[in-house]
């Protein structure tokens, strides 16, 4: 808690956190949360898998435990940000990044998961052992979840920035 | 993205005993970074917020909007 503050008050002094908006802390805070929750989990996952031992069960725990850290991360700063710089309500602006930016995450998305089916049906027919096990299958989607989460989330950043 | 429309906000917040940013979103109902937006030409606000803003510095929209 007080390392995060700790990186709080840098970002504060470095960037002039007052010129972001609330919506705009949160965006940094869930980008940064998720990259590297995300590559602590893929780590973990990859490394299970190497040693042949990513079965179902595994994955379940995984997931719990990196969901379970990536909530009481992403609840912190957020609690900090409020502390730090106050809370700001949602406006029209806000709203239109959210959704133009979650727009092009849900067709990410999209080609995410057809690339999966894809990949299912082309590993079946020619016997990779990825992506016929529920375990590869159940990674594959995550990560397409994942790819599509930080596009979005880049995406609202620069339409933060650039203007939109 | 930019947009084709100039606006008169910045000179006019001058104009109103400079009206601080965060006086406006106040005014308007808005976060002081979505003023700082539409001050710079990235954020072209809707109707409702175009016409708060008007009647914040008793203009009309047209005198503060313009479309190029």
Redesign the interface.
Same mark, same amino acid.
């Given at each position: 808690m007080l390392g995060m503050l700790y990186i709080v008050a840098i970002i504060n002094g470095r960037t002039n956190m007052s010129?972001?908006?609330?919506q705009?802390k949160s965006t940094w805070g869930t980008l940064v949360a998720l990259l590297i929750i995300g590559t602590l989990y893929s780590n973990a996952a990859w490394q299970l898998w190497q040693r042949d031992v990513l079965v179902s069960e595994a994955l379940f725990g995984l997931l719990i435990g990196y969901t379970v850290l990536l909530v009481i991360v992403l609840v912190a700063y957020h609690v900090l940000i409020v502390v730090v710089s106050g809370s700001?309500?949602e406006?029209? %602006?806000?709203r239109l990044i959210e959704w133009r930016a979650g727009y092009i995450g849900g067709i990410v998305l999209a080609f995410g998961v057809f690339t999966v089916i894809g990949h299912i049906l082309i590993g079946g027919w020619l016997g990779d052992p990825l992506f016929l096990s529920p375990v590869g299958i159940a990674n594959a989607l995550l990560l397409a979840m994942l790819v599509a989460s930080v596009a979005e989330l880049a995406l609202k950043l620069v339409?933060?920035r %650039?203007?939109? | 993205?930019?947009?084709n429309i100039s606006n008169r906000v910045r000179d006019l917040r001058y104009e109103h005993g400079q009206m601080t940013q965060q006086a406006l979103a106040e005014a308007v109902?808005?976060?002081?970074?979505?003023i700082?937006?539409i001050e710079?030409?990235?954020?072209s606000?809707?109707l409702?917020?175009a016409l708060k803003i008007a009647r914040a510095f008793d203009r009309s929209v047209e005198s503060i909007f313009e479309l190029h």
């Open positions: 010129n972001l908006s609330f705009e700001e309500a406006d029209e %602006r806000d339409y933060y %650039r203007g939109i | 993205m930019p947009v109902g808005v976060s002081r970074q979505t700082i937006a710079s030409g990235k954020y606000p809707s409702e917020v």
